[in-house]
C-alpha cells in the first residue's frame, strides 16, 4: 500500500504526539526546568522587582534556551536506539519528510508548550501584561528556529555515547542570534517601544531555518545513520 | 583544469606538494613577518590618539582576518569533501580547524590587551567580540565533534556538515562592525574606497598580514602531512614516503 507525502507527514506527526503524551513525565520535564531556572534567578539575585524587570528578558530566553536543548536528546535517539528511523527511511518516504515531520510534532510538544506557559514565568518575572503578545511572538518565532537547529545537532550526535554536552556546545553557538533578538524583542516590548525590527530578524531566521535546515539535518542523519 | 583538480584528490601527490610547498611558504613568512614587525612596531609612526598601543594592530588584525579566513577554507575544503567525496577534503579541513582556533584565540586575547588601555576593560559584551568568541567555539565544536566518532570516516563528514552550517557566522563577524553601533571601531582597511590609514602605517599592516597568510600556508601544509600520514597509514605510498 502506497501511502501518499501527506498522509505519511500525518501519521508521522500522530504517532510522534501519542508517544509523547502516553508519557506526560517527558513532556513536562523541559516544561518544569524553564519554571525552575526562572525561579532561581529571582532567589539568587535580589528581591527586587525593577532589578528583576531589567534582567527577566534576557532570563526568559536563556531558560527557553536551556530547556528546549534538554528536550532534543529525545528528538531521534530513542527512535535511531530501538531500528524505528532506519525502518522510516527504508519505508519509501524521501528522508526529509520524517525528518520535517517529527520535528514539527517536536515543537508541537515542547516549542508551543513553552510558549503557552511563557506568561506564567513572564508574570513571576514581573514582566507587565502589556508585553506579552510581543515575547510569546518572539518566542513562537525562537523556539520553531531552534527546534530547527536543534534537529541538525541532533541528527549529527545521533550515535555517540555523550552526544548531550556536544550537542549544547553545536547548538547554543548557532542559537546566539537568536538569543539577543528574542531578548531585544522583549526588552524592547516590556520598554514600551516598538519591537518590530529584532521581530523581524527573529522571522528572518526563522524563515532561514525552516527552509534550509531540512536539508542539513537530513544529510546529518544520513551521515550519522548509515 | 579537470586532470590537475582530479589530481588534488590523490593523497600521495598532494602530500608531495604540500612538502615541496612547505618550506617556501615559511620563507616568505618568515621575510614578510620580520619586515612587518619592524616596519610596524619602529618605523611606522605614532597614532595621534592612540599613541604606541595602536601598534597592537599589527598582530591583532591579521589574527582576526585569519581566523575568517581559515574558516572559509575549511569550510570550502568540507564542501569539496562531501560533494565530490575528496578524502584530502577532509584532511585539509581536519589541518585547518586547529590552525584557524588558535588565530581566533590570537585575535581575542590581543584583542582584549589592546581594549584595556583604549576602553579602559579588557572585555565588552560587544557584538563583534561576542560574535569572534562564537566562531571559537565553533571550531571547538568541529574539532570536538570529529573526534566524537570512534569511526574516522564518519567523524569527518560530521564535521564537515557542522563546519558547511556555521559558515553563516562568518558574514556576521565581519558586516557586525558595520550593521551595529559597537564599541569596536569601524573597518578602516577592508572596505570600499580608499583606507582610511596614511600609507606609512597601512604598509607594514598588509605586509603583516601577507606574512599571516603564508605562515597559515606553511603550517596547514605541515599538518596536512601529518594527516595524510595518519589517515593513510595502512597504504603502500606512505612506507614509501617515510623511507625515502
Redesign the interface.
Known amino acids: 500500500m502506497k501511502v501518499s507525502a501527506r498522509e505519511a507527514f500525518m501519521l508521522i506527526v500522530h504517532r510522534e504526539l501519542c508517544l509523547s503524551f502516553r508519557r506526560p513525565e517527558q513532556l513536562l520535564q523541559p516544561l518544569v526546568f524553564f519554571l525552575i531556572v526562572t525561579t532561581l534567578f529571582p532567589l539568587g539575585l535580589s528581591l527586587q522587582l525593577s532589578l528583576l524587570r531589567d534582567i527577566s528578558p534576557g532570563v526568559l530566553w536563556t531558560a527557553a534556551l536551556l530547556s528546549s536543548l534538554l528536550s532534543l536528546d529525545s528528538l531521534f535517539k530513542s527512535d535511531a536506539d530501538d531500528g524505528t528511523l532506519e525502518q522510516l527511511s527504508l519505508s519509501g518516504q524521501g528522508l526529509t519528510l520524517i525528518v520535517v515531520a517529527k520535528t514539527c510534532a517536536h515543537w508541537l510538544v515542547t516549542g508551543a508548550a513553552l510558549v503557552i506557559a511563557s506568561p506564567i514565568v513572564a508574570t513571576a518575572l514581573g514582566i507587565p501584561v502589556a508585553a506579552f503578545a510581543t515575547m510569546m511572538l518572539s518566542l513562537a518565532l525562537g523556539t520553531v528556529t531552534l527546534s530547527w537547529l536543534g534537529a ?1 545537532g541532533a541528527g ?2 545521533i ?2 555515547r ?2 548531550n554536552v ?1 550537542l549544547s ?2 547548538v ?3 542559537a ?2 537568536l538569543l539577543i533578538f528574542g531578548a531585544a524583542a522583549t526588552e524592547r516590548a516590556i520598554s514600551g517601544s516598538s519591537a518590530a525590527g529584532a521581530l523581524y530578524f527573529l522571522a528572518s531566521l526563522c524563515v532561514f531555518t525552516c527552509t534550509l535546515a531540512p536539508l ?1 539535518a537530513t ?2 542523519l544520513r ?2 545513520l ?1 | 583544469m579537470w586532470t590537475w583538480f582530479y589530481k588534488l584528490a590523490s593523497p600521495p601527490y598532494v602530500y608531495g606538494v604540500a612538502a615541496a610547498f612547505a618550506p617556501w611558504l615559511l620563507g616568505v613568512a618568515a621575510i614578510a613577518l620580520c619586515y612587518g614587525l619592524v616596519a610596524g612596531l619602529a618605523i611606522a609612526p605614532l597614532d595621534y590618539q592612540q599613541g604606541d598601543a595602536f601598534r597592537m594592530i599589527y598582530v591583532h588584525v591579521p589574527s582576526a582576518l585569519l581566523s575568517l579566513t581559515v574558516y572559509t577554507v575549511m569550510a570550502a575544503a568540507s564542501a569539496v569533501a562531501l560533494i565530490w567525496r575528496i578524502k584530502v577534503g577532509h584532511a585539509v579541513a581536519a589541518a585547518s580547524a586547529p590552525i584557524g582556533a588558535s588565530f581566533t584565540l590570537a585575535a581575542l586575547v590581543t584583542g582584549s590587551l589592546w581594549g584595556r588601555p583604549m576602553w579602559g576593560t579588557y572585555w565588552a559584551w560587544d557584538p563583534r567580540l561576542t560574535s569572534e568568541l562564537i566562531l571559537l567555539f565553533l571550531y571547538v565544536g568541529v574539532m570536538s565533534l570529529r573526534s566524537a566518532f570512534e569511526d574516522p570516516a564518519r567523524g569527518d563528514r560530521a564535521a564537515a556538515l557542522l563546519a558547511i552550517v556555521g559558515v553563516v557566522n562568518v558574514p556576521i563577524v565581519h558586516f557586525s562592525v558595520v550593521w551595529w553601533n559597537s564599541l569596536h571601531q569601524g573597518a578602516t582597511v577592508v572596505r570600499l574606497g580608499a583606507p582610511r590609514m596614511p600609507g606609512s602605517m597601512l604598509w607594514p599592516l598588509l605586509v603583516m598580514w601577507l606574512g599571516f597568510m603564508f605562515f597559515y600556508g606553511a603550517v596547514l601544509c605541515t599538518r596536512l602531512q601529518g594527516e595524510l600520514l595518519n589517515r593513510e597509514r595502512q597504504a603502500a605510498w606512505v612506507r614509501e614516503a617515510i623511507k625515502s
Do not use: N, Q, S, V
Open positions: 541538525i549529527l550526535t550515535g555517540l555523550r552526544g556536544l556546545l553545536i547554543l553557538p548557532l546566539t542570534p542539513a544529510a546529518a551521515i550519522t548509515e
